[in-house]
Nanobody, 126 residues
Framework: QVRLVESGGGLVQPGGSLRLSCAAS????????MGWFRQGPGKEREVVAY????????YYADSVKDRFTISRDNAKNTVYLQMNSLRTLDTAVYYC???????????????????WGQGTQVTISS
């Protein structure tokens, strides 16, 4: 059983940056597609970014495209989300999730992810 723990959240001013980490333990996620999701106040959970097992394919929601970068270090069993040019609307609880698949097209389908972290709060405010 894989356990995922997010870290790196916090309070930052608009235009600032944060780097989230998703550390996996228990078993390797080197063969798993991974995703970052978020849930803002009064909103449904939505996909933010996706990365396949090798990092050769990534996906970003339109709302974060060109501002966020997902990456992974399989040797460290860790996935990252670099967030730049942060906006107030980026405020949310951010979740990391692992899929049973190594790569997939239905990357925004939450049911494709079986293991979820507890989430980390990201607050963008001046």
């Amino acid at each position: 059983q894989v356990r995922l723990v997010e870290s790196g959240g916090g309070l930052v001013q608009p235009g600032g940056s944060l780097r989230l980490s998703c550390a996996a333990s228990g078993r390797t996620v080197s063969n798993s597609a991974m995703g970052w999701f978020r849930q803002g106040p009064g909103k449904e959970r939505e996909v933010v970014a996706y990365i396949n097992w090798s990092g050769s394919n990534t996906y970003y929601a339109d709302s974060v495209k060109d501002r966020f970068t997902i990456s992974r270090d399989n040797a460290k069993n860790t996935v990252y989300l670099q967030m730049n040019s942060l906006r107030t609307l980026d405020t949310a609880v951010y979740y990391c999730a692992a899929s049973e698949y190594a790569s997939m097209s239905a990357y925004s389908n939450q049911f494709q992810y079986r293991i979820w972290g507890q989430g980390t709060q990201v607050t963008i405010s001046s």
